[in-house]
């Protein structure tokens, strides 16, 4: 399985993507994509609320709560997560996922070159965040390309989730 993904975590610039910002230039882009309704890392959280019901209720302070607690809490600081497809003729489609801290697209089989182009392109338009490929083996990842240049699919408010607001000053009176 591949991957090409732009993401933000622990990137210079200290932004996050606004999904819903990211999802209107991929309308545009990808006309032919399939677009899924909702936030997906909220509805994961509730899948997870739904098939862990029994072990809730037996044990509500248990594991499962746990799990459900940890999604939740995912989906609040890196969420909203939107998800779509991409038709590829002759193969599985490509999975596109936009989220606060990534925009990226996965794949199970060799992209034909065209289409490999126009995924970067769309990824480098989106204009900040390090562009990453999976290495050889896929275990690891390469960062190809470092943006820093503007972005209209910026959350408008500042502040991410992964960077800990810096503690104020404080100036000893002796």
Do not use: N
């Amino acid at each position: 399985m591949g991957f090409l993904e732009l993401t933000l975590y622990k990137h210079p610039s200290g932004v996050a993507f606004d999904p819903s910002k990211v999802i209107a230039k991929a309308r545009a882009a990808f006309p032919e994509a399939t677009f899924i309704p909702g936030d997906q890392a909220a509805a994961e959280a509730q899948r997870a609320e739904v098939f862990l019901a029994e072990e809730l209720r037996e044990d509500p302070h248990g594991p499962a709560r746990t799990v459900v607690a940890s999604l939740r809490r995912k989906a609040k600081s890196y969420g909203p997560s939107f998800a779509f497809t991409i038709p590829v003729a002759g193969s599985k489609p490509i999975r596109g996922l936009a989220r606060s801290v990534a925009v990226g697209f996965h794949f199970q089989e060799p992209l034909p070159v065209p289409i490999r182009e126009r995924l970067y392109g769309f990824l480098k338009c989106l204009g900040v965040g390090f562009l990453e490929v999976p290495k050889e083996g896929g275990k690891t990842h390469d960062i190809v390309a470092d943006l820093r240049g503007s972005s209209d699919c910026l959350r408008d408010g500042p502040g991410v989730p992964w960077l800990k607001p810096a503690a104020p000053a404080t100036t000893e009176v002796g």
